[in-house]
């Protein structure tokens, strides 16, 4: 005699039953559990030692000098302006002069055309323009300017000391500092605002007033 249909569908039945493990739990997903799926390119939560790097990426890492937080670049000195002078870059917007000698003008807080960064080991950088300060000649009198940064360029190697002075580390026969230029200030337009000239000058023979600077974080 023949199983009719009711049959064979109990039996096909009974076989995936078998088949089930139900000692087995069902997959969970990390994010079922709320565990977090760590990703290696991303940075590690604070308290966290993070992914380790392989040796590529962390020679790409370093490949990156640090740099301090931005900050305006203040005569300590203000002179005959109430707000102080910085180093500038001539123009405004959309007419910053970034190839012109740079100068000092009138402090203007948050302004991108004043915002330096120093850079961890060697150099000033222009810190929105990814440019860095750079000595037109290592010599007095010289103007200072900015230039695309390039480690290699014994014209950007400037530091700002704990004395307020930036120097430069490849003048051989002098040391030599950066400085406004003697005399009254300029006017520059806008507000009363005024500016000097900016130059390279021997160290131990500029007045203090004219070569000491420290920098203002924004």
Aim: with cysteine; net charge negative; proline share 7%.
């Amino acid at each position: 005699m023949r199983a009719g249909p009711a049959v064979a569908l109990l039996a096909v039945a009974w076989l995936i039953a078998c088949a089930a493990d139900p000692s087995r739990p069902a997959e969970i997903t990390p994010t079922e559990r709320g565990e977090r799926v760590v990703n290696p390119s991303a940075a590690p939560p604070a308290g966290s030692s993070g992914p380790t790097l392989t040796p590529s990426a962390a020679a790409a890492t370093q490949s990156v000098p640090p740099v301090a937080a931005a900050g305006l670049l203040r005569l300590a000195d203000f002179l005959d302006d109430q707000e102080g002078y910085c180093i500038d870059v001539a123009g405004f917007g959309a007419n910053l002069m970034l190839d012109a000698p740079l100068q000092a003008h009138t402090c203007k807080p948050r302004s991108d055309d004043q915002l330096f960064s120093l850079v961890d080991g060697k150099g000033i950088r222009l810190d929105r323009h990814g440019r860095c300060l750079m000595a037109v000649e290592v010599a007095p009198d010289a103007a200072v300017g900015v230039s695309p940064c390039d480690a290699a360029d014994a014209g950007q190697d400037f530091r700002l000391g704990n004395d307020g002075r930036i120097r430069i580390q490849s003048a051989e026969e002098q040391a030599l500092c950066v400085g406004v230029a003697e005399g009254a200030g300029e006017p520059a337009g806008g507000r009363n605002h005024l500016r000097r000239d900016l130059m390279l000058y021997g160290c131990d023979e500029a007045d203090r007033s004219l070569i000491t600077w420290t920098l203002v974080e924004q």
